[in-house]
């Protein structure tokens, strides 16, 4: 199973953009974890500008991304 974090943040419209595409991809073997980018200082330091991101394993992904770039991502 693959599991994705999805960096927001408090009032992103590209956020709920992002949770949107996600949501294609949501089954049985790939599942998402949305964590607001203050929940850890590592990840407000290190993205704090680029929300939405995609994180797996070792992985980010920054956005803009799209269902097919997401797609290729998790291939």
């Given at each position: ?18 949770r949107s ?10 599942t998402?974890d949305?964590?607001?980018i203050y929940?850890k200082r ?5 993205y704090?500008?680029k929300i939405p991101?995609?994180l ?6 920054l ?7 997401i797609k290729?991502?998790?291939?």
């Amino acid at each position: 199973m693959k599991g994705l974090i999805l960096l927001t943040g408090r009032d992103c419209h590209l956020c709920a953009q992002a949770r949107s595409l996600l949501s294609e991809f949501i089954h049985d073997d790939i599942t998402f974890d949305e964590v607001d980018i203050y929940a850890k200082r590592i990840y407000l330091d290190k993205y704090w500008d680029k929300i939405p991101v995609l994180l797996l394993e070792e992985r980010e992904l920054l956005w803009p991304f799209d269902a097919e770039v997401i797609k290729d991502f998790l291939d």
